[in-house]
């Protein structure tokens, strides 16, 4: 059984996370202004 998948996958999707909160923050600043 793969170990070094699991890490990587959750990195990759934390990393996702915050890129989509980033963008979402970004869309949200520009309609409130």
Request: one cysteine or more; glycine letters at 0%; charged letters at 15%.
């Amino acid at each position: 059984m793969p170990i070094d998948i699991p890490p990587a996958r959750k990195i990759f999707h934390l990393f996702f996370i915050w890129l989509s909160i980033k963008r979402l923050a970004h869309c949200h600043i520009l309609t409130t202004y």
